[in-house]
């Protein structure tokens, strides 16, 4: 399969971050993910990756996914998963629904201040 043959895969656009692991290489880095389809998607970071080279990435909601680079242009690259995901879950409020980002940071009590604190 050249690459060329899964273009007809609708691609749903998005900006996560997720985590990649080289295979053979220890440690992980952080990607951004820049659209997500069933069958693959197209990150970007600044990892040193080659076409053929085996993967995870670990992306929210749905976890650790194997595949291989389909294709590398400058600090972008395509991976193919090894079997299809569901790329919509990705899209899901993280875990049971609570709050995420801002909303999610522990409000702290400072009695000089008098009053509750968000720490940011």
Same mark, same amino acid.
């Given at each position: 399969m050249? &690459?060329s043959e899964n273009?007809?895969?609708?691609?749903?656009s998005?900006?996560?971050?997720?985590?990649?692991?080289?295979?053979?290489?220890?440690?992980?880095?952080?990607i951004?993910?820049?659209?997500l389809?069933?069958?693959?998607?197209?990150g970007e970071g600044?990892?040193r990756v080659?076409?053929g080279t085996?993967?995870?990435v670990?992306?929210?909601?749905?976890g650790?996914?194997?595949?291989?680079?389909a294709?590398?242009?400058?600090?972008?690259f395509?991976? $193919?998963? $090894?079997?299809?995901?569901?790329?919509?879950?990705?899209?899901?409020?993280? &875990?049971? &629904?609570?709050?995420?980002?801002?909303?999610?940071?522990?409000?702290?009590?400072?009695?000089?201040?008098?009053?509750?604190?968000r720490?940011?």
């Open positions: 050249d &690459g273009r007809h895969i609708a691609r749903d998005l900006f996560v971050m997720a985590d990649l692991r080289l295979e053979g290489v220890d440690g992980e880095h952080r951004k993910v820049r659209n389809s069933s069958g693959g998607m197209m600044l990892v080659s076409r085996s993967v995870h670990n992306v929210r909601n749905i650790w996914i194997a595949g291989s680079i294709w590398v242009q400058d600090n972008r395509g991976v $193919a998963f $090894a079997e299809e995901i569901d790329p919509r879950e990705a899209r899901s409020p993280l &875990g049971d &629904g609570a709050a995420t980002g801002a909303a999610a940071r522990p409000v702290i009590f400072d009695s000089t201040l008098g009053g509750a604190i720490k940011i």
